[in-house]
């Protein structure tokens, strides 16, 4: 027997929460029976997710507590079996298992998180790579991040990427004539770098004001700091339009100019390589794993320079040439990314411990 902390199904769909949701379905239809997804007793976001998996909840207890007292309660009761942790957390003593890191933003960005939120994952992020049978992360960038934090043993360590939704690549037909504009998509918190973002673009617009920008995510307090939401909520160039279903977002990133993705620091960063699936330009960051990641099918930029960004928002939405050089290589670079090839390799881990 297998068990999953589906803890992820109580949490708002973001990029790990997609990782974990894809991973498990393929889990689902490869063991069967065989495997058990569990999450606490609270209010689930991802309910399609829930009855796909035919995900049971248990406990009195939510977040870390139900992690660390209930469902360590729950493993004793089905003999301690392998469990596997697809978010970031585990049971932190609970020994029989195979843990996952997404990154370590939370040391290398402190000002993006809550003081609660720090302390929390200070504490158990060492001893979930100290007690696990194996630790899965989503790049080579974040595998060497965690060998330089937590000094563990290379070979503990494997590096499963994430991959596209089938509906982005399936997204075709004739993009729809609309408004000229710039899209951005992401948790909007402080290291996604929005705001240099939204400075670059303002620039830009002085030069190109049928250009607008859309911005497309769930806000963080971290964003809003100085009250700069409410500054650029007044420009009518720029649109939020928070969190939105798959679907709009497909139609989005198929109408938009080109793609802009600037983060400050990604383990990962998925939104690229879903742009790139419907057929848009990227531009983004030259940091962290988004070079992994993009490899040569972006257009790369100096996130910490509003100058960079800006000069490479100009060139993508004016140069028609590279735009579509950009788009052809995109669409070969998603290809090397599969939910089935990474739900295999984690499989082949999962076999060498049960």
Known sequence: MIIVNARFLTQELTGTQRFATEISKRLKDIFGKDIIFVHPRDTVKLEDTKEELKAISFGKRKGHLWEQIDLVNFLKDYNNPLLINLINT??????????????????RFPNTYTRSFKIAYSIITPLMVKTSKHIVTVSEFSKKEILKEFHTDENKISVIYNAVDEKFLKSKGRKKK????????????????????????LRLNKKYPDVK??????????????????IYKKNPSVKFLGRLKDKELISLYRNALCFAYPSLYEGFGLPPLEAMACGTPVVTSNVSSLPEVCGKAALFVNPYSIESIQRGLEKIITDENLRKELIKKGKEQVKKYSWEKSAKKLVDIISCYI
């Open 178 to 201: 609309t408004e000229k504009y710039i899209l951005a998509v992401s948790s909007l918190n402080y290291r996604k770098n929005f705001h240099s973002l939204i400075k670059a673009f």
């Open 213 to 230: 920008l859309y911005v497309v995510g769930g806000l963080d307090k971290t964003f809003n700091r100085n009250n700069k939401l409410d």
């Open 90 to 107: 585990a049971p932190i003593f609970y020994k029989n298992k195979i843990s996952t890191i997404h990154d370590i933003a939370w040391k």
